[in-house]
């Protein structure tokens, strides 16, 4: 079957009330029909449902859809996208190892990379994400245990060459760890690339409508089993509700994906040369520095597009109050289409110097485009940069 049959039919078994859509486990714990039964389930001698910090139903349901789309053997659903980020983290690295990353990162995967590893002794090596494969493998370290990236990046829309990590991180024997958050597999699978860990915010395109939280990390059995282990104890579970949503909502993804990448091109080639407007960045506009790359590992350009505004913040201001129709909000992936100014938002923490470095300014503008019909979009937003010039 194809993937998107797959979406849509795999689901728990059926219960004896032969329901048709798959039923939610709100429980925090399962029974054992005896006391052989409990030791069995904890000695691991048998494979079943114990308490749902560990397991369960619904959410197991979603963790497989989302191993099919990215064609990886095994997965953890988190509480939060960040929590999944984290958990790769944490499972696997330990004092003295050292991570080759992308500079071009969200905020808070920075601060984690930045500030909180370093207390542990995890130390880490940022490379531009445009850069040539001599420059990635000059920052590989003895102590390098992992290669980590997003790409598109939030919020400048970099992309790395999937294909040339993965060789860099064969040959250095790395776990090569790919937040496809943006992307998501609809547009690309990295483990085609030869990654072995790949995470997602659940909370944004496998949701959709802006309604729950959500992460997981999927990847090969080995890499997840730390992962596990690390989560079972520490405890960053999802909630079986937001699995039943989040699992749902996997059923339009494609569908949803598509459009989304119909309305974000049409808008990027509207705004591109617009007075008033300093830059467009999209990866399937022909004007996007890494043009070439996005057509080779991507099969659409994605529903995020970034501008820059002239006129800094102060025009920022006059520009969001003007529009009508985008929601102004830190969050993406939504059927509305929303919008955001990094540098006070998603990015406010990011040094200035760093922020530049990313291509972040005062007027930068990261539009999530939604499923609205385009014709009004580009009409809302031609108006709002007229009026505010």
Avoid at 85 to 97: E, W
Avoid at 163 to 173: D, F, S
Avoid at 373 to 387: L, M, P, T, V
Wanted: proline fraction near 5%; glycine fraction near 8%.
């Amino acid at each position: 079957m194809k993937k998107q049959t797959k979406l849509i039919r795999i689901q728990t078994e059926k219960t004896q009330f032969r329901e048709h859509s798959t039923p939610l486990y709100m429980t925090s714990s399962f029974c054992f029909e005896d006391a052989q039964m409990g030791k069995d389930l904890f000695d691991n001698s048998l494979e079943g449902n114990i308490y749902s910090r560990f397991s369960n139903p619904t959410v197991q349901e979603f963790v497989d859809k989302v191993c099919m789309l990215e064609e990886m053997e095994d997965g953890i659903a988190t509480s939060t996208g960040m929590a999944a980020v984290y958990a790769g983290f944490a499972a696997h690295l330990q004092s003295g190892d050292h991570i080759v990353s992308s500079k071009a990162l969200f905020g808070s995967a920075h601060q984690i990379i930045t500030q909180i590893l370093p207390k542990w002794g995890i130390s880490h090596t940022y490379v531009n994400a445009s850069e040539p494969k001599e420059v990635w493998e000059a920052a590989i370290q003895p102590n390098t245990k992992m290669i980590y990236l997003e790409t598109p990046s939030n919020p400048g829309l970099e992309l790395v060459d999937m294909e040339m990590a993965g060789q860099i991180a064969k040959a250095h024997n790395l776990i090569y760890f790919v937040d496809n958050c943006f992307a998501t597999p609809v547009l690309q699978v990295p483990a085609t690339y030869g990654a072995n860990l790949v995470v997602h915010s659940a909370t944004k395109f496998m949701d959709g409508q802006g309604r729950v939280l959500g992460g997981i990390i999927v990847g090969t059995k080995e890499m997840i089993e730390p992962v596990r282990f690390f989560c079972r104890q520490t405890g960053p579970s999802l909630s079986p509700f937001n699995a039943w949503v989040l699992s749902k909502s996997l059923e339009t993804l494609t569908l949803r994906v598509d459009k989304h990448c119909e309305n974000a091109e049409k808008l990027a080639l509207a705004l591109e040369g617009l007075p008033g407007v300093k830059k467009v960045n999209y990866p399937f506009l022909p004007s996007h520095p890494q043009y070439d790359l996005a057509k080779k590992q991507m099969s659409a350009g994605g529903a995020l597009v970034t501008i820059e505004l002239e006129g800094g913040f102060e025009r920022v201001i006059k520009f969001t109050k003007l529009l009508t129709i985008p929601s102004l909000t830190s969050n993406l992936g939504d059927s509305r289409t929303t919008i955001t100014n990094p540098d006070t938002t998603t990015h406010a923490k990011v040094s200035k110097q760093d922020k530049e470095l990313l291509g972040i300014f005062e007027g930068s503008m990261r539009i999530s485009v939604g499923l609205e019909d385009i014709e009004d979009i580009i009409e809302d937003f031609k108006q709002a940069i007229n009026g505010s010039n």
